[in-house]
């Protein structure tokens, strides 16, 4: 009570402004305002300031940057970093100081995009690490916010191994550095991988240091190709061929691994600076070779299958990595070699003989046509001389037809064994390729593996009866049917020709016979071993006048002789090979006919010079 005595009213304490709800007076209010604004920030809309976070939450966070209140600003804004708490200072951008509903309107994206562009050179000129935030994946690569500008993040910088997923990187914040600024398009390319591969140098270096030929190491795969295998040794990269991964053969390397698969792998071989190495997988492994059972040997038979085919043969896989190759030429006993293709293809299982099995060299010749007998080995029985079969037309040469009686047994037909009456000047003439042909076994040749054959022989040789029709001196009807340089051909009876020489050729009248022409001619020559007869039409004529000079006895003979042989040849000319045997009877009894004027004509010679001596 003591105290409140000694308190005094305010002299110009105002009542009236008191009631209306006016406290301070002018001056003082002027005053409060002053204190007021001095301890707020003096700032402009557009400006870009520093402040502090006060508080966060999924969705917003409360930035206080001295000014009458506090302004919120999206969490998506600070994507880039999601460590962000209350303390930390960021810069904002003031789009707005008091909204309608009287708030401050800050942005930390505009505020970052403001600066941005010099905030990116001078994080390349400084080789700095940054954040940003994978918003998208793109053509060949990523999109990153850094600073608030779209930057490039290619493929092949998001990862020192090969990335197969993008996806899995979007929506993460990851940390970069700037390796290329195109400063006229405002582009912007950054690279994660740059970051960890100074690491990886550093180990990659260690494990280089320690590399040696043979050994084993654990690896992962980090890439495949049609020709080999990458494997990722922990920062350095080695390649694993496609002949190395399998003792067996493989067509595809992911026959055997997988991508991110963990496998112990040796070194084979690396260069000086061992920046290539050379990794077997195979090599871990016994080679199936030292493995094969020492019982096998040649002439055993084996089960595998077909894994190359080429014309020449196929290689037959028995075991793992154990390979046979089985010839064309051992394929069939035939000797026409066709191509491997015609009797099997890849994937085929087929039993075959060992033919030759060399351990040291890892190599095997097998077959499949020794699993059937061999024709040739009773070929005396199969096909004696002599016997009658029925042939294929498999290829012509100039001087005969190769034919096959079954598979594997060839012959030879000569072009002389074709036929008795016809000259044949190429086989083709006389059959063609394919066709059948009835012949006969004429000599064996075991040891060549060819047997002399003939196809005329099918038939009786004419030229036995001709021997008889054309003796040396008859005279017969011919066409000349070819005219040659030394000579002419001349068709006559029965399907056989003959030949004249140019001066044998020259008529009565003296003119020269032309082809086609139809005249006598008389056989000064016959030769059955060569199958030749010469004719003459000049003799014919020749002889008469020679006869001429002669007594009327042997010009009768001669002319009763000539008209007897005469009478012969028309009825030659209308007998067919059919009748020989009647014309070879009738030829026999004109020569006994014949004989007993002879005979005469010897006795009166005899007597003639018997009485000349007395």
């Known amino acids: 009570m003591e105290n409140l005595k000694n308190i005094s009213p305010v002299e110009d304490f105002n009542w009236d402004s008191y009631e209306k709800g006016e406290t301070f007076s002018e001056t003082s209010k002027e005053e409060l305002v002053k204190t007021y604004d001095d301890t707020l920030n003096t700032m402009k809309d557009k400006d870009v300031v520093m402040g502090t976070v006060t508080a966060l939450n999924k969705r917003e966070v409360v930035v206080n940057i001295g000014f009458k209140s506090d302004g919120v600003v999206p969490m998506s804004e600070f994507r880039y970093n999601p460590e962000l708490k209350i303390g930390d200072e960021v810069e904002v951008f003031i789009e707005n100081q008091e909204d309608k509903k009287g708030q401050l309107i800050l942005s930390h994206k505009k505020a970052r995009a403001s600066r941005s562009w010099d ?50 990187f979007v929506g993460k914040t990851m940390e970069f550095k700037i390796v290329k600024i ?49 494997i990722d040794l922990g920062g350095v990269d080695g390649l694993i061929h496609i002949t190395d991964l399998s003792w067996g053969r493989v ?90 293709q015609d009797f099997m293809k890849v994937g085929d299982d087929v039993e075959a003989v060992i033919l ?7 190599k095997m010749s097998l077959g499949i046509k020794q699993l059937k007998p061999d024709p040739w080995e009773n070929i005396e029985e199969k096909f004696p001389v002599g016997s009658k079969h029925t042939a ?9 037809v190769f034919v096959e009686i079954e598979e594997g047994v060839d ?12 000259k044949i000047k190429h086989p083709s003439e006389f059959t063609q390729i394919g066709a059948e042909i009835d012949v006969q076994v004429l000599e064996i040749d075991k040891e060549n593996r060819r047997l002399s ?45 003959g030949f004249a020489t140019p001066k044998h050729l020259v008529k009565e009248d003296g003119a020269s016979a032309v082809i086609d022409e139809k005249l006598q001619f008389k056989v000064i020559e016959f030769n059955k071993e ?7 039409h000049s003799r014919i004529f020749e002889d008469e006048q020679k006869a001429k000079g002669k007594d009327g006895g042997e010009k009768k003979a001669k002319s009763s002789k000539k008209e007897t042989v005469e009478s012969l040849t028309p009825a030659v000319e209308k007998t067919t090979l059919g009748d020989i045997e009647e014309l070879a009877a009738l030829k026999e009894n004109l020569l006994k006919k014949e004989e007993s004027p002879k005979k005469e004509e010897a006795k009166k010679a005899d007597a003639e010079e018997a009485k000349t001596e007395e």
């Not at 400063?183 to 690491?199: P, R, Y």
């Not at 030759?356 to 890892?362: F, H, I, S, Y």
């Not at 060569?530 to 003459?536: F, H």
């Open 119 to 168: 905030r990116v050179n001078e994080a390349l000129e400084k080789d700095e690490i940054i954040k940003g935030f994978v918003k998208c994946r793109t053509k060949g690569g990523m999109i990153v916010d850094i600073f608030g500008i779209e930057a490039f993040l290619p493929g092949s910088q998001i990862d020192v191994k090969p990335i197969r997923d993008y996806d899995v």
């Open 182 to 230: 195109n400063q006229d398009f405002k582009n912007v390319v950054v690279s994660h991988k740059a970051l960890i591969e100074a690491e990886l140098e550093q180990q990659k270096k260690e494990i280089i240091s320690k590399l040696e030929k043979g050994q084993v190491l654990e690896g992962t795969v980090k890439n495949i190709t049609s020709y080999g295998v990458f």
């Open 251 to 340: 067509s595809h390397p992911e026959e055997i691994v997988q991508l991110d698969e963990k496998v112990n792998v040796v070194i084979l071989d690396f260069d000086d600076d061992k920046k290539r190495i050379a990794l077997g997988l195979k090599q871990l492994t016994p080679h199936p070779w030292d493995a094969l059972s020492a019982d096998l040997k040649v002439g055993d038979k084996v089960q595998g299958k077909v894994v190359v085919m080429a014309d020449y043969g196929a290689f037959i896989e028995i075991a793992p990595g154990v390979e046979g190759l089985i010839h064309v030429s051992e394929m069939s006993w035939t000797q026409h070699l066709r191509s491997a």
């Open 356 to 362: 030759t099995l060399d351990r040291e060299e890892r």
């Open 392 to 400: 294929k037309v498999r290829n012509f040469t100039n001087f005969g």
């Open 411 to 422: 012959g030879l037909i000569h072009i002389s064994d074709l036929s008795w009456t016809k």
């Open 453 to 497: 054959l003939g196809h005329k022989q099918l038939e009786e040789n004419p030229w036995d009866v001709f021997e008889t029709l054309f003796t040396v001196g008859s005279i017969h009807d011919g066409v000349i049917i070819e005219m040659l340089d030394k000579g002419a051909v001349i068709s006559l009876p029965y399907g056989v020709e």
């Open 530 to 536: 060569a199958k030749r007869i010469i004719l003459s």
